[in-house]
């Protein structure tokens, strides 16, 4: 015998005593979620990036989020996970909060390298970019990277990296470098030695132990503002840098970028001009996560 | 709805939504960065208030039928009874939190302007951020080689490897 009892309300127009579960808005036969709160947001660079949403329930619910990934009126549910399987939106709950989060490099956009160059007691050599003392004959030497940068004129920079590539490193020790940009509203060619360039009144001074093969990352912000906000820079034009090493900087510790021609791209900028990171859309229900 | 905002500068966190919330509801909730704390966290609740109607509605009464001895409900008359109609926003700002409801404007395009203690004086539209431009896919050009300066390079070292070398052979024979 089958018992058929319980609550059951049904669709308009289907009879409740003969609706088949999908002609059903409710049946107590069935496990329902009830939702506990439902709500929404933005995630922000300056706010750390990670949202906490408190739901007190003392145990991990269910939820549900969803991201405006790309920016437009398009919800996606997360996690986000980009093609490099890197998570970069998620969420997550414990007995207390519901957690959002971006990932660090979220909401940067990269731009590509166009021309580089070192300067060495030889002369200027177009191919390459090391910094330091590359090579006992040719010396030390310092060089320029130029990029095709789309940001838009007196946007505000939250922030700016440079990614650079290190093939190569000699030495051991920690290396202390200065960076500039260059300060022409749309970098020229580096056909003819860009190192004697005007430069920017910022800039920065980084400073690692890089081994080779790897990469090195630093910030860079404010040398590009003072490049955006001239008055003849546009989104699309070029922005160049220099770096030079610094006097602490110690015979035979140095990195270079060989250019091999395949190598080029492996020297970028991303820039972040937008705080607000992703707005997300928030449903926690009231049911454990079995 | 009760808006999650910064007592500082007025920045909203975010929103928990729905029409009303008990005291434990209002008490509890709490969104925020992780760089903010909890006591610079405000919470404005935009208020409602119920909306009420009068309905006319027949009342009826059992009476003996004397003649079959069966009881019948029989009509006695309309009375009128005041009946629920939904909710209204009774808030000072209402025409916003309309426009907030119907889906034309999202809240966290806004912000709170907050007085000393953290009170909201205003909720005003917040000046429009500029859009990351995508990057356009551009192919990377190799630089032309400037093989005269490479091999300059390259010759360099050579005569420095054979200065060595004639350095070591000469030692060598002495």
């Known amino acids: 015998m089958t018992l058929d009892y319980g609550l059951k309300v049904s669709k308009p127009w289907y009879d409740v005593k003969t609706a088949t579960p999908a002609q059903l808005v409710f049946s107590s036969k069935y496990p329902t979620l009830r939702v506990h709160t439902k709500g929404s947001g933005t995630i922000t660079h300056t706010g750390g990036r990670t949202v906490t949403i408190a739901h007190g329930l003392g145990y991990v619910p269910m939820f549900m989020v969803h991201g405006n990934i790309y920016g437009g009126s398009n919800f996606y549910q997360l996690p986000y996970v980009d093609s490099s399987n890197v998570s970069q939106a998620y969420a997550y709950a414990d007995a207390t909060n519901l957690y959002i989060r971006v990932h660090d490099d979220f909401g940067y956009v990269r731009h590509n390298i166009n021309d580089l160059g070192e300067e060495t007691s030889i002369g200027y050599i177009r191919t390459v970019a090391r910094i330091g003392r590359s090579n006992p004959t040719v010396g030390d030497s310092d060089c320029a990277l130029r990029f095709t940068l789309y940001v838009a004129k007196n946007a505000t920079i939250y922030e700016a990296r440079l990614h650079y590539y290190v093939q190569d490193r000699r ?54 503002n003072d490049v955006t906000t001239r008055s003849g820079w546009a989104s699309g034009n070029n922005f160049g840098v220099i770096m030079r090493r610094e006097p602490e900087f110690p015979d035979n510790n140095d990195m270079a970028d060989y250019d091999d021609s395949s190598n080029l791209g492996f020297s970028y900028l991303t820039t972040l001009t937008g705080n607000n990171l992703l707005d997300y859309k928030y449903t926690i229900f009231k049911d454990k996560i079995e | 709805m009760i808006i999650l905002f910064s007592k500082i500068t007025g920045e909203i966190f975010g929103t928990v939504d729905g029409r009303v919330h008990d005291q434990a509801q209002i008490d509890s909730a709490m969104i925020k960065p992780d760089n903010v704390p909890v006591d610079e966290v405000g919470k404005y609740i935009v208020s409602y208030k119920p909306l009420t109607k009068v309905e006319k509605r027949m009342q009826y009464k059992q009476v003996l039928n004397p003649d079959t001895l069966e009881v019948e409900q029989v009509e006695a008359g309309e009375v009128e009874v005041e009946v629920g109609a939904g909710l209204e926003l009774d808030d000072q700002f209402k025409e916003l939190f309309e426009k907030v409801e119907s889906g034309q404007v999202a809240i966290q395009r806004y912000q709170m302007i907050v007085n000393d203690k953290g009170e909201v004086q205003d909720i005003v539209e917040k000046p429009a951020e500029p859009v990351a431009e995508p990057v356009k896919p551009e192919p990377v050009a190799p630089p032309k080689s400037d093989t005269s300066l490479a091999l300059k390079e390259e010759v360099a070292f050579m005569k420095q490897q054979i200065k060595d070398l004639t350095k070591l052979v000469e030692g060598k024979k002495k």
């Open chain 1, 171 to 224: 030495g051991s020790s920690n290396m202390y470098w200065r960076v500039w940009g260059i300060a022409e509203d749309n970098t020229g060619d580096f056909g003819s030695d860009p190192l004697g360039r005007a430069v920017t009144t910022h800039s920065h001074r980084p400073e690692g132990n890089p081994g080779a093969d790897s990469y090195m990352t630093f910030g860079i912000k404010d040398a590009m």
